[in-house]
């Protein structure tokens, strides 16, 4: 078998491991946590009759182990069962599906931002390293890292919304709707997220920058007279770009964190603040699903981001 196909099976089956892991883990955190179902739909005073009528209609009665592979297999016929208390009896696939595409949009906006930042920040240090650029690029990047999004999130409000007036503080157009009005009203909950991720990427990209300045195939370059931008890109960039898109995939776990405290924040209907509207109505099963879905959406970034890793670099796929 080849060794880059070797190499990709390998991580796929890596993959789906720890997703089968996850869910386990997901599963039994729920049924652990404090409270009935039951009693979240039927209410405090529902007779034991009712409470076991209940039971036995959604499978809850049966063995912990049977539930779990019920809810599995479930999922891998992309069947999440039914809302308890969010949206009562409702499909909590449609709820996904509906929720989903506005968290993607929030997610994707967020990192495109934190991306473009790190670029310009993280070369703008490294090319002028030690002077006041690089002082205020470096300074900005600690700052971000220091700041909690939410807090971030909140101080945007106050500043770019309450004082001049520039974005709406709460609310949120879907793409499907209109994607200007998608861009604008998602500006401020996108650069909350964006800016503590910038900040890692900008001292990634940094320090990547000036190690590969530093290298002995820069300077031979450099003596075979080509000019600085070829070096820069081919030489340089190039070779430093690996990092910094591991990072990127590393990230998506901070991201997702940061969505669900932060569309709350700003009244995005996605996914996150699905997931804590369900924490607090006691919805587990809508848990549940929100944690799977974010789940698979970490584990598939870095199985990409892997990916392109190897497709940059061979040697990692040997």
Request: charged letters at 15%; one cysteine or more; proline letters at 4%.
């Amino acid at each position: 078998m080849p060794s880059g196909l070797k190499y990709f099976l390998t991580r796929l089956g890596g993959a789906l491991i720890t997703m089968l892991v996850g869910t386990v883990v997901v599963f039994f955190v729920m049924k652990a946590a404090p409270g009935d179902p039951a009693l979240v739909v039927l209410g405090d005073f529902a007779t034991p009759e009712t409470i076991a009528r209940f039971n036995a209609e959604r499978g809850l009665d049966a063995p912990l182990l049977v539930q779990y592979f019920d809810w599995l297999g479930g999922i891998l016929r992309f069947d999440f069962g039914q809302s308890l208390s969010v949206s009562s009896g409702a499909d909590i696939g449609e709820l996904l599906a509906f929720r989903l595409p506005n968290t993607i949009f929030i997610g994707l906006y967020a990192m495109s931002i934190a991306v473009v930042l790190a670029l310009i920040l993280g070369t703008l240090a490294a090319v002028n390293r030690g002077n006041f650029i690089d002082t205020g690029a470096t300074s900005l990047a600690v700052l971000g890292v220091s700041m909690p999004d939410f807090w971030f999130g909140y101080m945007l409000i106050l500043g770019l919304s309450i004082g001049l007036g520039l974005f709406p503080s709460y609310g949120f157009i879907p793409a499907s709707e209109s994607i200007v009005g998608a861009l604008h009203s998602g500006f401020l909950p996108a650069l909350a997220i964006a800016a503590p991720m910038a900040a890692v990427f900008t001292r990634t990209l940094r320090t990547s920058l000036i190690e590969n300045l530093d290298r002995e195939h820069v300077t031979v370059a450099k003596s075979l007279g080509h000019s600085g931008r070829f070096r820069f890109v081919h030489h340089v960039f190039r070779n430093s770009v690996i990092p910094f898109i591991v990072v990127i995939g590393l990230q998506i776990r901070y991201l997702l964190g940061g969505v669900v405290i932060i569309e709350r924040i700003f009244g995005v209907n996605g996914v996150g603040s699905l997931m804590v509207e369900a924490a607090f109505a006691r919805d587990y099963f809508v848990v549940q699903a929100c944690a799977v879905m974010f789940l698979a959406i970490v584990l598939g970034v870095n199985y990409v981001v892997d990916l392109i890793c190897a497709a940059l670099d061979p040697r990692r796929a040997r």
